[in-house]
């Protein structure tokens, strides 16, 4: 029980302020290369560039942290609230090598994500119209996901699911207090 308590705790957790962020972003040592890539990026199964936003929270630049998430993720925002980082990029964060604490990852993604919400900063900047239309059927993580990089690509997208209210496993499989 005591688990599951902590679970919720973890997830009851308030956003970051803006200060937290900056100092929280600026404990990455931004590692990888051209040779090898950081160890958070290899682990992120959609491909985020983890060290390029969250270099942009250090520099007090939440937008372009945004746009490098939604660049790779055009469902960031939801991914930064369920993904399950510390089994995947914060396991490997050279700091734990260190003995220090993993970079907040999630907590920054949510904080970068949200700010760009707030702020109607675009997700993308949709390509021109190239004149054709696409269906999409499933408004769930997947579908939304299609829809949204055929829609940056300049089709004109519908989407069609069974339910009433979009989002699938989102809006009717998370706990409701992990999404907003």
């Not at 829809?147 to 004109?156: C, D, F, M, T």
Request: proline content about 7%; aromatic content about 4%; charged content about 20%.
């Amino acid at each position: 029980m005591s688990a599951v308590l902590d679970d919720v705790a973890r997830e009851l957790r308030p956003p970051l302020t803006a200060e937290a962020a900056v100092v929280e972003a600026d404990r990455c040592l931004e590692c990888g290369g051209l040779d090898a890539p950081a160890p958070c990026v290899a682990d992120c199964p959609a491909n985020v560039d983890v060290p390029g936003f969250v270099a942009a929270i250090a520099a007090g630049d939440p937008a372009a942290a945004a746009r490098t998430i939604f660049a790779e993720n055009v469902l960031g925002g939801t991914c930064a609230r369920v993904c399950p980082v510390e089994v995947l990029c914060q396991r490997d964060c050279v700091l734990v090598h260190e003995g220090r604490a993993p970079i907040e990852i999630g907590a920054l993604q949510r904080y970068a994500t949200d700010w760009a919400y707030r702020n109607g900063v675009p997700l993308r900047t949709a390509a021109r119209s190239n004149g054709k239309s696409v269906a999409v059927v499933g408004a769930g993580p997947a579908g939304l996901a299609a829809a949204g990089e055929l829609a940056a690509r300049g089709y004109a997208v519908t989407v069609y699911d069974e339910r009433e209210e979009v989002g699938g496993l989102v809006r009717y499989a998370i706990a409701p207090y992990r999404m907003t």
